[in-house]
């Protein structure tokens, strides 16, 4: 783990963001490390982590960069063991890979969607739950996805990873009340990042750049910390169950105002 800063502050409560890297996840870190936590980013480009983990600790805020692949079980639980406390756990990582109709998707990126997203959540989320009980006050957040509560054509594969992690919100909730761990689960829909769309697109920019086509504002990743943070810093007692966000000109999956 590099420390960017001296985390020993035991007044700081510790947050935990997955795919920390870019976009969502990056500005998540940043809105948290302002909201006054100690941020642990983590994410598989170690380089981006760090520089980011650099730029929040010479503004003055408590960061640190740790490389990891949620989907590597042996690392997440050794991830888990270094970490010592734990208060809040951002499930960001995952995203989505091809946008292919049923008929034609290939399984490979369907198998790859299902295990960054349900069981990356899934491994952390394990890993780290019994640090968040023992913080007497944790809470753990899944950044589904409005893919996660509605499907459309060409989706399928990246809807039912969605829905897994949706389900594994829904479900741990269930299972944990009583508990000193609040589960609130982030459904987000059209969010222009640098990566999500480009990445689906296998890196083609111009059809990365169709989805938001006309679309007077879709949503930044900012939008997206900025719910995040208002979520996790209500009093422990307020479970966000759950928070659906669009931008206004986008009013289900497959109806959005275009203006071209
Ligand atoms: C991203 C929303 O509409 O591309 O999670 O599936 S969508």
Redesign the pocket.
């Known amino acids: 783990m590099t420390a960017a800063h001296d985390a020993s502050d035991s007044e700081a409560r510790t947050a935990v963001v997955t795919g920390a890297s870019s976009g969502i996840g990056a500005a998540t870190g940043r809105r948290l490390a302002a909201a006054g936590f100690h941020v642990v980013l983590t994410a598989r480009r170690k380089d981006r982590i760090e520089a980011l983990a650099d730029e929040l600790a010479a503004a003055g805020h408590r960061a640190t960069a740790h490389a990891l692949d949620v989907t590597d079980r042996a690392a997440v639980d050794a991830f888990a063991r270094g970490l010592g406390s734990c208060d809040v756990l951002v499930n960001n990582a995952g995203g989505?890979l091809g946008a292919d109709p049923v008929a034609t998707g290939d399984p490979e990126d369907w198998r790859r969607m299902y295990e960054t997203n349900v069981l990356g959540t899934l491994h952390v989320t394990q890993a780290l739950l019994p640090a968040l009980t023992a913080s007497g006050d944790g809470t753990v957040v899944v950044l589904s996805?409005?893919?996660g509560h509605a499907t459309?054509e060409g989706?399928a594969g990246?809807?039912a990873a969605?829905h897994g992690q949706h389900v594994l919100a829904e479900t741990l909730r269930l299972e944990i009340v009583g508990t000193p761990v609040r589960v609130i689960e982030v459904a987000?829909?059209?969010?222009r990042t640098d990566e999500?769309a480009t990445t689906r697109f296998r890196g083609d920019t111009a059809k990365a750049a169709k989805?938001y086509e006309g679309v007077a504002q879709p949503l930044t990743a900012e939008d997206v910390a900025d719910t995040i943070t208002w979520a996790v810093t209500r009093p422990s007692h307020v479970n966000v169950d759950l928070l659906v966000l669009r931008p206004r000109a986008q009013a289900s999956?497959t109806k959005v105002h275009r203006e071209l």
Not at 188 to 191: D, H, K, L, R
């Open positions: 989505a996805s409005t893919a459309y989706g990246y809807v969605k987000p829909g059209m969010v999500f989805v999956n």
